[in-house]
């Protein structure tokens, strides 16, 4: 067998390759085997992608047997993460949903619907708060950015007494997705939302907090405190501040040219929340009469004197005669009378009740910067026809000029009168009319390619493949083209051997073929002699050829 092998063509071919170039080349060629295999199966590995978080182990075996079901290759990271092919994601994550999957750990009001007979009336309720606080935590996940959300109602029992009764309040733990964020909006919608969801809770009774452990949601600021303004209070303010900005930019920039002027307005809001009680007298006043509010008199008579006297009749009662004259003693002595009397008028009296308006404008500062004016460019002289075109100078750019004071005047006056400005207010305005810098405005960066997410996938799959390039070229260069150097050389030298004796070698074998009697197989050994050994052949020949005839 091993004579068939030497006889065949890759034998003899590999029989001429010295042991250390044809070891080499065996080895060049299996690392290049392993290589190619190796990074075929490197490149054929998928990019793994975050499917799910901070998955229960309940939830975890649920959905490690439903990708097994889908066939779908995954790996499960520290706490309780999972991970898939990242071309797979969004399709597993709707395939997963359709089944119900993951149920977050939590459940809603089915509780209810396996409620037992003989449960009591505080395991209803249990189950009721647990159902509630379920379907409020299902319904803030389904907010983009919220991972998870987890729940706690604190209801407190009904109570006879209105002064006894308590408001519920709820507490929310937010686990946002990596790099997200909620806006103040998405903070209050959810306070709003879990408000709602539970009877007489007010909105100060929610607090939100994300896995960070930050408060989202900030109590509100009580009336007259000075821990600074809410939200909604610094929007107001900033909306008056704007809006007092672009009426300035629209009186003054038809004037100064769009671009040339800057302002900013600071508005100091009253937010207090005031209300007044005040009762007020007056006098009576003008020249109309009084009113009169109430009248009492009382009247009473005494006397020191004798009794009535005389004869009882018609004829004792009439008037003394014209010649007789009144005891005025006795008179003065028989009677004393007292007359008193007390008037009430009415006294103007107002009852004020005020409530202060919140949100007022106490007061408003204003700071205004114009630029310097452009002149109309100056029309160039007309050409002399004789005149070289090449001499002309071009006319010169325009100069920018200040306003004139009473330009300005006007400026100040207009922007008061657009701003509502007060001075019994505290108002301010500082108008200023000075040039512009003439630097050019600095150019925003943009975010350098190599930061960019798109260039750094690209640059992953692009190092792959210089990897696997720089691996082939070191097989090929370093192992497999120094081997097939030397077996050529070695080939080479073999060639070199077989051609310098062929042509003594074909002489002897056609004197050996001419000798009568020449047996087949001694040629045969004589050609097998020669091209195994051509030296000693040769030299043979020579000695043949140096004998003489």
Same mark, same amino acid.
Not at 212 to 221: D, E, I, T, V
Not at 489 to 518: V, Y
């Given at each position: 067998?091993?004579?068939?092998?030497? #006889?065949?063509?890759?034998? $003899?071919?590999?029989?001429?390759?010295?042991?250390?170039?044809?070891?080499?080349?065996?080895?060049?060629?299996?690392?290049?085997?392993?290589?190619?295999?190796?990074?075929?199966?490197?490149?054929?590995?998928?990019?793994?992608?975050?499917?799910?978080?901070?998955?229960?182990?309940?939830?975890?075996?649920?959905?490690?047997?439903?990708?097994?079901? %889908?066939?779908?290759?995954?790996?499960?990271?520290?706490?309780?993460?999972?991970?898939?092919?990242?071309?797979?994601?969004?399709?597993?994550?709707?395939?997963?949903?359709?089944?119900?999957?993951?149920?977050? $750990?939590?459940?809603?009001?089915?509780?209810?619907?396996?409620?037992?007979?003989?449960?009591?009336?505080?395991?209803?309720?249990?189950?009721?708060?647990?159902?509630?606080?379920?379907?409020?935590?299902?319904?803030?996940?389904?907010?983009?950015?919220?991972?998870?959300?987890?729940?706690?109602?604190?209801?407190?029992?009904?109570?006879?007494?209105?002064?006894?009764?308590?408001?519920?309040?709820?507490?929310?733990? %937010?686990?946002?997705?990596?790099?997200?964020?909620?806006?103040?909006?998405?903070?209050?919608?959810?306070?709003?939302?879990?408000?709602?969801?539970?009877?007489?809770?007010?909105?100060?009774?929610?607090?939100?907090?994300?896995?960070?452990?930050?408060?989202?949601?900030?109590?509100?600021?009580?009336? $007259?405190?000075?821990?600074? %303004?809410?939200?909604?209070?610094?929007?107001?303010?900033?909306?008056?501040?704007?809006?007092?900005?672009?009426?300035?930019?629209?009186?003054?920039?038809?004037?100064?040219?769009?671009?040339?002027?800057?302002?900013?307005?600071?508005?100091?809001?009253?937010?207090?929340?005031?209300?007044?009680?005040?009762?007020?007298?007056?006098?009576?006043? $003008? #020249?109309?009469?009084?009113?009169?509010?109430?009248?009492?008199?009382?009247?009473?008579?005494?006397?020191?004197?004798?009794?009535?006297?005389?004869?009882?009749?018609?004829?004792?009662?009439?008037?003394?005669?014209?010649?007789?004259?009144?005891?005025?003693?006795?008179?003065?002595? #028989?009677?004393?009378?007292?007359?008193?009397?007390?008037?009430?008028?009415?006294?103007?009296?107002?009852?004020?009740?005020?409530?202060?308006?919140?949100?007022?404008?106490?007061?408003?500062?204003?700071?205004?910067?114009?630029?310097?004016?452009?002149?109309?460019?100056?029309?160039?002289?007309?050409?002399?026809?004789?005149?070289?075109?090449?001499?002309?100078?071009?006319?010169?750019?325009?100069?920018?000029?200040?306003?004139?004071?009473?330009?300005?005047?006007?400026?100040?006056?207009?922007?008061?009168?657009?701003?509502?400005?007060?001075?019994?207010?505290?108002?301010?305005?500082?108008?200023?009319?000075?040039?512009?810098?003439?630097?050019?405005?600095?150019?925003?960066?943009?975010?350098?390619?190599?930061?960019?997410?798109?260039?750094?996938?690209?640059?992953?799959?692009?190092?792959?493949?210089?990897?696997? %390039?720089?691996?082939?070229?070191?097989?090929?260069?370093?192992?497999?083209?120094?081997?097939?150097?030397?077996?050529?050389?070695?080939?080479?030298?073999?060639?070199?051997?077989?051609?310098?004796?062929?042509?003594?070698?074909?002489?002897?074998?056609?004197?050996?073929?001419?000798?009568?009697?020449?047996?087949?197989?001694?040629?045969?050994?004589?050609?097998?002699?020669?091209?195994?050994?051509?030296?000693?052949?040769?030299?043979?020949?020579?000695?043949?050829?140096?004998?003489?005839?």
């Amino acid at each position: 067998m091993n004579n068939a092998i030497a #006889s065949s063509p890759a034998g $003899g071919f590999l029989g001429r390759i010295p042991p250390r170039s044809l070891m080499a080349l065996l080895v060049g060629a299996a690392t290049l085997i392993a290589v190619s295999a190796a990074a075929v199966m490197w490149l054929r590995t998928p990019d793994y992608k975050l499917l799910f978080a901070n998955v229960s182990d309940k939830d975890g075996g649920a959905v490690v047997a439903a990708l097994g079901q %889908l066939d779908v290759p995954f790996r499960n990271g520290e706490g309780g993460a999972i991970y898939v092919p990242a071309d797979r994601v969004h399709d597993i994550r709707l395939k997963l949903a359709s089944q119900g999957l993951p149920k977050g $750990g939590g459940v809603g009001l089915e509780l209810m619907d396996g409620q037992k007979f003989g449960a009591t009336q505080f395991q209803e309720q249990v189950n009721f708060q647990r159902g509630l606080e379920g379907e409020i935590a299902r319904s803030i996940q389904s907010l983009s950015a919220v991972q998870s959300a987890r729940v706690h109602l604190a209801l407190p029992k009904a109570s006879l007494f209105v002064r006894d009764a308590q408001k519920p309040s709820a507490s929310i733990v %937010l686990n946002l997705y990596p790099g997200k964020s909620l806006e103040r909006s998405q903070v209050a919608g959810i306070t709003h939302l879990v408000a709602s969801s539970v009877a007489d809770m007010p909105l100060a009774g929610v607090s939100i907090v994300d896995q960070h452990g930050n408060l989202l949601s900030a109590p509100p600021r009580a009336p $007259g405190s000075a821990a600074g %303004l809410n939200p909604s209070e610094l929007a107001y303010v900033q909306e008056i501040e704007q809006g007092h900005i672009k009426r300035i930019l629209d009186i003054l920039e038809p004037i100064a040219g769009r671009g040339n002027v800057r302002a900013q307005v600071t508005a100091e809001v009253d937010f207090s929340q005031v209300e007044q009680t005040a009762e007020l007298y007056k006098p009576n006043q $003008g #020249s109309e009469p009084a009113t009169v509010r109430s009248t009492s008199s009382s009247e009473s008579a005494s006397g020191s004197g004798g009794g009535a006297s005389g004869v009882p009749g018609a004829l004792t009662n009439q008037p003394p005669s014209a010649g007789e004259k009144k005891d005025a003693s006795a008179s003065a002595a #028989s009677s004393n009378t007292r007359k008193e009397s007390v008037v009430n008028y009415e006294v103007d009296k107002t009852v004020r009740h005020t409530r202060a308006q919140v949100g007022s404008v106490k007061r408003l500062s204003a700071a205004i910067l114009v630029n310097h004016k452009r002149p109309a460019p100056v029309a160039a002289p007309a050409a002399d026809a004789k005149a070289d075109p090449k001499d002309a100078k071009p006319a010169a750019a325009p100069v920018p000029v200040a306003f004139t004071e009473a330009e300005v005047g006007q400026m100040n006056a207009l922007v008061k009168e657009a701003i509502g400005f007060n001075k019994d207010r505290g108002d301010s305005l500082n108008l200023v009319n000075a040039p512009f810098s003439t630097e050019p405005e600095s150019i925003a960066t943009e975010t350098p390619i190599w930061q960019r997410p798109e260039a750094m996938s690209f640059a992953k799959e692009g190092g792959k493949a210089l990897f696997l %390039l720089a691996a082939l070229a070191f097989v090929v260069l370093g192992i497999i083209r120094p081997a097939m150097r030397q077996v050529a050389a070695s080939m080479a030298a073999s060639a070199e051997r077989d051609a310098s004796p062929a042509p003594a070698a074909l002489a002897g074998a056609s004197t050996l073929s001419a000798l009568p009697g020449a047996a087949p197989s001694a040629l045969a050994d004589v050609q097998r002699i020669a091209r195994d050994d051509p030296a000693t052949v040769a030299n043979v020949v020579r000695t043949w050829v140096a004998k003489p005839n």
